[in-house]
């Protein structure tokens, strides 16, 4: 039974108000639709941006190559004062000098001795050498002022893919860009009046923007962390380095040796 409502709303319900109601209807329904594909097309944005993350977390960057912009550490000649054994943890002046590129020498007992700068490239004849020689190296032996940090880390991933050990003698200077290399041994030996020193990375170029120059940093600074790590080396090591301005060395006790694992026996 239609009631005196429904009668009065089937006199009023023209054509032209159904029509409005379905137009109406459509625009709620876009409305619906638009709001799912903004959420859509948000949500998949939050998804690669984990991804994008996740992925510089685990490769140190998008790219994990070593940086378009070389880094370079300053040249320096060994200072005397720094062959003395260390009696407590203390920034020491670092003395500049003509610096000298790396040298390769093989020793009686496989020890190949490393010494000056590591400058750009230096990796490559460090492979170059290894390859040759071959299983006559058991030691690398360490005595440089540091140098390019890329070519340190690729020294070290050489020495730890051969399965070798790293020293610095008595007497000899591992600073700078050199304890990279140091990380690098299976076995890590610094003897008692040895000095390993180590102090801020910085750009041997001009920085076209500060916010360039921090992103490098910011970059470099996770490469080596990372580095340290996948070496055994306590990362946190490199906090007396980022403390340290360029043109001074923190030089590391026996103690903060062994505290950070940079070496396996003194």
């Known amino acids: 039974m239609q009631t005196i409502e429904d009668t009065q709303a089937g006199q009023t319900d023209s054509p032209a108000r159904r029509d409005n109601r379905q137009r109406f209807r459509w625009r709620g329904d876009a409305t619906l639709i638009e ?7 948000i949500g998949a944005t939050v998804v690669l941006g984990m991804s994008l993350r996740d992925l510089v ?10 940086p378009t912009r070389p880094v ?10 720094l062959c003395r054994p260390s009696t407590a943890s203390r920034p020491l002046r670092l003395v500049p000098g003509s610096g000298h590129a790396m ?3 093989l020793e009686q007992g ?12 230096a990796a490559g004849r460090f492979r170059d050498e290894l390859e040759t020689r071959g299983r006559t ?20 991933r050489l020495i730890r893919d051969r399965g070798l050990a790293t020293r610095v003698k008595a007497g000899g200077t591992c600073a700078s860009s050199c304890p990279l290399v ?4 299976v076995k890590r030996t610094v003897e008692v009046g040895a000095s390993v020193s180590i102090h801020q990375f910085y750009a041997t170029h001009a920085q076209e923007t500060p916010a360039q120059a921090m992103a490098d940093a910011q970059l470099v600074t996770a490469r080596i962390s990372r580095h340290l790590s996948t070496m ?35």
Do not use: C, F, N
């Not at 140091?182 to 041994?185: D, K, M, R, S």
């Open 137 to 156: 190296i058991g030691t690398i032996v360490l005595d440089s002022p540091g140098g390019s940090l890329g070519d340190a880390m690729a020294m070290a």
């Open 72 to 81: 370079a550490e300053i040249p320096v000649e060994k200072p005397a004062e």
């Open 35 to 41: 709001a799912a594909l903004v959420g859509a097309l």
């Open 57 to 66: 977390d685990r490769r140190g960057g998008l790219w994990p190559s070593e």
């Open 103 to 105: 040298k390769l020498s």
């Open 110 to 121: 496989g020890k190949l001795i490393v010494s000056g700068t590591i400058e750009q490239g």
């Open 232 to 266: 055994g080396v306590d990362p946190a090591l490199w906090l007396h380095a980022l403390d340290t301005p360029p043109q001074r060395l923190y030089r590391l006790t026996g103690e903060e040796l062994q505290a950070y694992r940079l070496t396996t026996r003194l």
């Open 182 to 185: 140091l990380a690098g041994g």
